[in-house]
């Protein structure tokens, strides 16, 4: 019903075919698992279709090399290929070019990239940083450690009821003494998508540079950073089809043009004396090392299958699913849905009274259904709902709504046994 060929899509992921149940202390199947998995597990990492594991393996089996610095064709043949990965990217999120498309090992990184580069340079005592309170830790505890350094103020903040942000409390926390405004584009424990471009329109208003977290939002809807006007702009490989150990770092070329490099070391130098160093272009200034090869070139399958099936179609699809979700949810009065019900990204949070999320899902994981309990490195959002944890259902472009018909049945026996 939401356009997608699911059916099809399904055929390309082989880890779907899965069963679990058996014993869980080697990895892989065995022959006493039993069970189907539904996988509802996305927003913490996502399935890898067969030409993305075929992409990497045809790099390692044809044209495995360093890149950079070869002069031989496989090293000639892997460059080419590492270098177009930026350009694919670029044109994936609408940056302007490679130069804008810093390979990082994943959003976390990204983060730290701009904290010890820009923070530890341009961020001044009595200066603040303005975020929120539904940041991931890897947002929240950068900007917060960042300002313990510099002398400088965190400010977070406050969302309302439905877990909205609170656009007056983010006017009034945003000042000229504010040099950095750092919000999360989809919420990976609410599920709200965040008004980016205009808190970045507020931002640049103070002369305050703009971050976005993208990790939930660039795998699951059209992103353009160009029409977010953001400065910087993160996510990760690993959520949106592609391998882990690759994550994005997109920041406007000038900025990044004008920041010292963050790791030092091999491929990000143009020339070194014993008394100094100069940097190579971008992006490779930001680049120490050898970088993440493979994965950039599993990271340009991921993309070309996303592309395929087209990011407006998975919004669509993502966004129903939610919502079926949520109002199957919340026919449960025991049951209390964190977020918005309109508008919300593809995932669901919620508690099930008086059972902690890590018993429910532990009873999920009996039925096949693998989900997420914990605090999603949204602690200090947590503290705010008044909960410990929560259990996340999060869903991607080859889940079903018998699927999520699995997660209510899963979750009514947990009920009926806990009540
Ligand atoms: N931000 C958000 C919103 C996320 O959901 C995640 C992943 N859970 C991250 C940042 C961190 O991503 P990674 O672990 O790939 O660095």
Not at 181 to 186: P, Q
Not at 370 to 384: I, S
């Amino acid at each position: 019903a939401t356009g997608l060929d699911v059916e099809a899509i399904r055929e390309d992921f082989p880890i779907l075919d899965r069963q679990i149940g058996g014993d869980v202390t080697a990895p892989g199947p065995d022959e006493t698992d039993d069970t189907p998995l539904y996988y509802l597990d996305n927003a913490a990492t996502s399935h890898t279709p067969r030409q993305v594991v075929e992409a990497m393996t045809e790099y390692y089996y044809e044209y495995n090399s360093n890149v950079h610095r070869g002069i031989h064709s496989l090293s000639q043949e892997a460059s080419v290929a590492y270098e177009e990965a930026h350009d694919r990217v670029a044109a994936f999120v609408g940056a302007d070019g490679r130069e804008e498309i810093v390979f990082t090992k994943n959003t976390t990184e990204a983060f730290n990239l701009v904290a010890y580069t820009w923070g530890l340079t341009e961020l001044e005592p009595g200066e603040n940083v303005v975020t929120t309170q539904m940041e991931h830790h890897a947002s929240l505890v950068t900007w917060q450690q960042l300002c313990e350094k510099q002398g400088a103020e965190v400010r977070y903040v406050e969302i309302d009821e439905d877990g909205h942000l609170d656009m007056d409390d983010l006017r009034s926390k945003v000042d000229d003494d504010t040099a950095m405004v750092s919000t999360v584009h989809v919420s990976n424990t609410l599920g709200t998508v965040n008004p980016v471009a205009e808190i970045t329109e507020i931002a640049h208003e103070h002369d305050a540079l703009s971050f976005v977290d993208g990790a939930q939002a660039v795998p699951t809807r059209p992103v353009d950073v160009g029409a977010i006007d953001a400065d910087f702009y993160a996510f990760s490989g690993h959520k949106m089809l592609g391998p882990t150990g690759i994550g994005v770092l997109y920041g406007k070329e000038r900025l990044l043009e004008a920041l010292p490099p963050f790791l030092v070391g091999g491929a990000m130098i143009r020339r070194v004396e014993f008394e100094g160093a100069t940097w190579e272009d971008l992006p490779w200034k930001f680049e120490a090392g050898t970088p993440p090869i493979a994965e950039a070139v599993g990271l340009t399958a991921a993309i070309d299958y996303l592309e395929e099936v087209g990011m407006a179609a998975i919004e669509r699809h993502e966004s129903e699913l939610a919502r079926y979700a949520y109002d199957r949810l919340a026919e449960f009065d025991d049951i209390e849905i964190y977020g918005p019900r309109e508008e919300r990204g593809g995932l669901v949070g919620f508690n099930l009274d008086s059972v902690h999320a890590h018993d429910l899902s532990s009873i999920l994981d009996d039925h096949g259904v693998a989900v997420r309990a914990g605090d999603h490195c949204t602690q200090p959002l947590h503290d705010v709902l008044g909960v410990p944890a929560s259990t996340r259902a999060s869903f991607y472009l080859y889940n079903t709504r018998e699927e999520i018909d699995e997660l209510i049945d899963a979750v009514d026996t947990a009920r009926q046994l806990f009540a």
